[in-house]
């Protein structure tokens, strides 16, 4: 059966629904603290302000702090609760969840790093449009899949898995224009290489945005579609 | 493990309610089929035309909360209601093909082949190889040595032949809960039943002999089927391959333990295995 977030917190002990409740919570900031690693990485890289690059990779400990921290409360709540059905689902997923945003975060951080590497290097803005465009279309992604999952809303869920084709499909052609930019000037070789690993770090970003979203269908329909392709899922039979 | 995996649609005339979401289980795998039952206890109504098939060798458990018609469903499967005229009842079992209220059923036969276990063990006052030797002692008589052999068999498949053998002849009582709720099974099996009913058989126990039985209801269904009835979600998400849940009477899902207890079909049944106010 489906489940949504009135009826998940129904149960008749308040201090298991409270101890749910929280896991849901904790996973939001997480997702909120690596939501914005991924923004402000991109505004170092797009500002050229190493500060703020210096200060989301020394962040990303804070992010796999809370990772730890949300684990131990899943595990806690399997081996006290021992939960059953949609409750069951929820600690997984949250568990599964927490590790792909702590891989954003790390993708974040890898950002900043480049980011780092390329205000140093002092090198033009080559690429620069397709980061803000993909970055923009990615933290997106990471937002709406984190709004389904705290709505339980398969719609959004889907519609996130659907994003992930345009995203690649965007970072495919931003890849083919940067190695034109190669061939043409060599001496650009080195910063060009910088913004294809951040490209291709929000390309990622997008994969796990794509995982989440994943979740939520498996959190709300119990059905685990995270080796089927996109076009291939019965929608029908989802929002049935 | 499951092999049925078909449920009926819900919406489809097959089901017995139109509501419930009950898996469909071949009759050729059948050991109980259950049609249209219905039971009261003079007008208080206590199953509600209940239509489901019980696999062979397989465990089965029924789930619900209490008065939800459980234990009423599982004593009507080897006819102990028939000692309360108090109860009336319609719809047919048939156990292996046979309707077992036919008139050339005989109540002792069929209770040999179906037997019963209890919550609270209850060992006859003699001792622990009287208790097994009891039934067997009904049945045709055996030579001595048979009789011995058929008993040391009944014991070990029952997991408790180590722990008694060097004091067969001391009284049931002397047993732990554990062990005599184990010398029951024993008891039970000595008379080569076909099914096995199990009703709570381990509520009244601590953990590790929990354990223990749960062990033996596991080791058993290769020969037997099992049929269980339990307050406790765990031990039917441990032990049974099939889960039935029922309410005030009505069956309401039916399905492969696995699917019911990681994705119920139907509200009712989540509300209940996760704890929520139904």
């Given at each position: 059966m489906d489940i949504t977030s009135e009826?998940?917190?129904?149960?008749?002990?308040?201090?298991?629904?409270?101890?749910?409740?929280?896991?849901?919570?904790?996973?939001?900031?997480?997702?909120?603290?690596?939501?914005?690693?991924?923004?402000?990485?991109?505004?170092?890289?797009?500002?050229?302000?190493?500060?703020?690059?210096?200060?989301?990779?020394?962040?990303?400990?804070?992010?796999?702090?809370?990772?730890?921290?949300?684990?131990?409360?899943?595990?806690?709540?399997?081996?006290?609760?021992?939960?059953?059905?949609?409750?069951?689902?929820?600690?997984?997923?949250?568990?599964?969840?927490?590790?792909?945003?702590?891989?954003?975060?790390?993708?974040?951080?890898?950002?900043?790093?480049?980011?780092?590497?390329?205000?140093?290097?002092?090198?033009?803005?080559?690429?620069?449009?397709?980061?803000?465009?993909?970055?923009?279309?990615?933290?997106?992604?990471?937002?709406?899949?984190?709004?389904?999952?705290?709505?339980?809303?398969?719609?959004?869920?889907?519609?996130?898995?659907?994003?992930?084709?345009?995203?690649?499909?965007?970072?495919?052609?931003?890849?083919?224009?940067?190695?034109?930019?190669?061939?043409?000037?060599?001496?650009?070789?080195?910063?060009?290489?910088?913004?294809?690993?951040?490209?291709?770090?929000?390309?990622?970003?997008?994969?796990?945005?794509?995982?989440?979203?994943?979740?939520?269908?498996?959190?709300v329909k119990g059905l685990d579609i995270r080796h089927i392709d996109p076009d291939e899922l019965d929608e029908d039979a989802l929002k049935r | 493990m499951p092999v049925f995996d078909s449920v009926t649609d819900p919406a489809s005339p097959a089901s017995a309610v139109s509501t419930a979401a009950v898996i469909e289980i071949p009759a050729s795998a059948s050991c109980f089929e259950i049609e249209g039952l219905s039971l009261a206890y003079g007008d208080t109504p206590a199953l509600e035309n209940l239509t489901l098939r019980v696999p062979r060798q397989r465990v089965t458990a029924f789930i619900g909360p209490s008065g939800c018609g459980k234990t009423t469903l599982l004593r009507a499967l080897n006819r102990l209601h028939d000692l309360n005229d108090e109860v009336r009842r319609q719809g047919h079992i048939h156990l292996e093909g046979q309707e077992i209220h036919a008139p050339e059923v005989e109540v002792a036969e069929l209770r040999r082949r179906v037997g019963m276990v209890f919550q609270t063990p209850n060992p006859f006052p003699m001792s622990i190889y009287e208790n097994v030797a009891f039934g067997l002692r009904l049945q045709a008589p055996l030579k001595k040595r048979q009789r011995d052999e058929m008993i040391e068999w009944a014991l070990r498949s029952a997991a408790l032949w180590d722990e008694v053998k060097d004091r067969l002849h001391d009284s049931a009582w002397s047993l732990s809960g554990g062990q005599q709720q184990r010398l029951v099974i024993a008891r039970t099996l000595a008379v080569e039943p076909?099914?096995?009913?199990?009703?709570?058989?381990?509520?009244?126990?601590?953990?590790?002999?929990?354990?223990?039985?749960?062990?033996?209801?596991?080791?058993?269904?290769?020969?037997?089927?099992?049929?269980?009835?339990?307050?406790?979600?765990?031990?039917?998400?441990?032990?049974?391959?099939?889960?039935?849940f029922l309410h005030a009477g009505e069956l309401v899902e039916y399905a492969a333990t696995d699917a019911l207890f990681t994705n119920p079909r139907l509200a009712q049944t989540e509300n209940y295995i996760t704890g929520r106010m139904v």
């Open positions: 009826t998940h917190s129904q149960h008749i002990s308040k201090q298991f629904n409270h101890e749910l409740e929280e896991l849901k919570t904790h996973l939001m900031a997480m997702g909120g603290m690596v939501e914005r690693q991924v923004q402000e990485a991109v505004s170092a890289l797009l500002d050229g302000d190493s500060r703020l690059a210096e200060r989301v990779r020394d962040n990303d400990k804070a992010v796999n702090d809370l990772q730890l921290k949300i684990d131990d409360e899943c595990t806690r709540v399997l081996a006290r609760r021992q939960p059953a059905a949609s409750d069951l689902r929820l600690v997984l997923a949250v568990i599964r969840a927490t590790s792909d945003l702590e891989r954003i975060g790390d993708e974040a951080s890898k950002i900043a790093r480049n980011a780092l590497a390329l205000i140093e290097a002092g090198n033009g803005a080559k690429g620069f449009v397709e980061v803000r465009h993909i970055s923009e279309h990615v933290r997106k992604m990471v937002r709406d899949a984190l709004t389904a999952f705290a709505r339980f809303d398969i719609d959004l869920a889907l519609k996130v898995v659907h994003e992930d084709d345009a995203v690649d499909s965007e970072y495919t052609s931003a890849m083919r224009s940067l190695m034109t930019f190669m061939m043409e000037d060599p001496r650009s070789i080195s910063s060009v290489l910088s913004v294809m690993w951040i490209l291709r770090a929000l390309e990622r970003i997008g994969d796990h945005a794509d995982n989440l979203a994943e979740y939520v269908i498996y959190l | 076909e099914v096995l009913l199990l009703d709570e058989p381990a509520s009244a126990l601590d953990p590790i002999s929990t354990l223990k039985i749960e062990e033996l209801i596991r080791s058993l269904k290769s020969r037997l089927t099992l049929i269980l009835v339990t307050h406790n979600m765990q031990q039917a998400a441990r032990v049974s391959d099939y889960t039935a």
